[in-house]
């Protein structure tokens, strides 16, 4: 099968189409004839080597966490799903492939189109773990930095749904889109406390960092301490005190998908683009202030 690897670590251009085995799948898997995937942050940072402190990749790899495809063979011990059906969810195997295994998805509902289903599983997992580490309720104000992201679409829209006021920040182009949403926007960078305090005389009541570009500080200020603040960015946030969240798959995905077909939750898709062309999506990607995923198509 057609995949687009790395044979070494460094810029966007490393990523180069290859012909690679098709993988079987084992106890609990499913293979996918693989229809989009998305494209994280976190690609970028183990493609150009940057996660090789934390753990080490071998070489050569092929990327891709997120996937959603048509089951084309099941593994031993497999149930719910068989082959024909459409599913969404985690790769076991990278995704940037004409092919790849899954032992964590759900079936795919028809309204739900692709690249919506693909944008789903990160920044679904990520959204309701974090505003469960934050307790946000009813009656509360949250912060988001960096809100017109992927993670940042959806986060805010949760926490709508739990009664909560979002302020969001992003550049000024994403304003008018954020608003559209319920979220309150304003610009990130200096002066920030001073915006965030005159939105919220009453101050806000945890923040979400999404973003990591150095607004831990800022946050610190407007809590009048790290409680309540979560970061999934921010290398910075343990030496600040502040709550350093990453990893975890466990979410509702079929309920999250029956929101996106009902219209009650926006998957807001930033750029599509043909696996071949997965170096452009990384290079738009590290350029930031995309509004929503990058998916590609395969």
Same mark, same amino acid.
């Given at each position: 099968?057609?995949?687009?690897?790395?044979?070494? =670590?460094?810029?966007?251009?490393?990523?180069?189409?290859?012909?690679?085995?098709?993988?079987?799948?084992?106890?609990?898997?499913?293979?996918?004839?693989?229809?989009?995937?998305?494209?994280?942050?976190?690609?970028?940072?183990?493609?150009?080597?940057?996660?090789?402190?934390?753990?080490?990749?071998?070489?050569?790899?092929? %990327?891709?966490?997120?996937?959603?495809?048509?089951?084309?063979?099941?593994?031993?011990?497999?149930?719910?799903?068989?082959?024909?059906?459409?599913? =969404?969810?985690?790769?076991?195997?990278?995704?940037? +492939?004409?092919?790849?295994?899954?032992?964590?998805?759900?079936?795919?509902? +028809?309204?739900?189109?692709?690249?919506?289903?693909?944008?789903?599983?990160?920044?679904?997992?990520?959204?309701?773990?974090?505003?469960? %580490?934050?307790?946000?309720?009813?009656?509360?104000?949250?912060?988001?930095?960096?809100?017109?992201?992927?993670? @940042?679409?959806?986060?805010?829209?949760? +926490?709508?749904?739990?009664?909560?006021?979002?302020?969001?920040?992003?550049?000024?182009?994403?304003?008018?889109?954020?608003? +559209?949403?319920?979220?309150?926007?304003?610009?990130?960078?200096?002066?920030?406390?001073?915006?965030?305090?005159? %939105?919220?005389?009453?101050?806000?009541?945890?923040? =979400?960092?999404?973003?990591?570009?150095?607004?831990?500080?800022?946050?610190?200020?407007?809590?009048?301490?790290?409680?309540?603040?979560?970061?999934?960015?921010?290398?910075?946030?343990?030496?600040?005190?502040?709550?350093?969240?990453?990893? @975890?798959?466990?979410?509702?995905?079929?309920?999250?998908?029956?929101?996106?077909?009902?219209?009650?939750?926006?998957?807001?898709?930033?750029?599509?683009?043909?696996?071949?062309?997965?170096?452009?999506?990384?290079?738009?990607?590290?350029?930031?202030?995309?509004?929503?995923?990058?998916?590609?198509?395969?």
């Amino acid at each position: 099968m057609k995949a687009m690897r790395i044979d070494t =670590f460094g810029g966007p251009e490393v990523l180069q189409e290859a012909e690679v085995d098709t993988p079987e799948p084992g106890p609990g898997q499913v293979r996918v004839r693989v229809r989009a995937v998305g494209v994280n942050p976190f690609d970028g940072k183990v493609r150009s080597g940057a996660m090789e402190a934390v753990f080490s990749t071998p070489l050569p790899a092929i %990327l891709g966490l997120e996937v959603a495809g048509t089951v084309d063979a099941v593994g031993p011990d497999v149930t719910g799903f068989a082959v024909g059906d459409d599913v =969404f969810g985690w790769a076991d195997s990278g995704a940037y +492939a004409e092919y790849a295994l899954m032992s964590r998805a759900a079936i795919k509902p +028809a309204g739900l189109a692709w690249d919506a289903a693909v944008a789903l599983p990160v920044a679904g997992e990520t959204a309701e773990r974090v505003l469960d %580490l934050l307790k946000v309720t009813a009656g509360e104000t949250l912060l988001i930095h960096g809100a017109a992201g992927a993670v @940042g679409t959806v986060a805010a829209q949760l +926490a709508l749904t739990r009664g909560a006021t979002v302020i969001g920040t992003a550049s000024a182009a994403n304003h008018d889109y954020l608003a +559209a949403l319920g979220i309150i926007p304003t610009a990130y960078g200096a002066g920030l406390v001073e915006r965030v305090r005159a %939105l919220a005389p009453n101050g806000v009541d945890a923040v =979400f960092d999404v973003a990591g570009k150095g607004a831990l500080p800022d946050s610190i200020e407007l809590r009048g301490g790290t409680d309540r603040i979560v970061t999934i960015a921010d290398p910075t946030a343990r030496g600040l005190g502040v709550t350093f969240s990453s990893g @975890g798959n466990t979410v509702d995905l079929p309920g999250l998908a029956k929101r996106v077909v009902k219209g009650a939750l926006v998957v807001a898709i930033s750029g599509v683009y043909p696996l071949a062309d997965v170096a452009t999506a990384h290079r738009v990607l590290e350029a930031g202030h995309a509004r929503g995923k990058l998916v590609l198509t395969v």
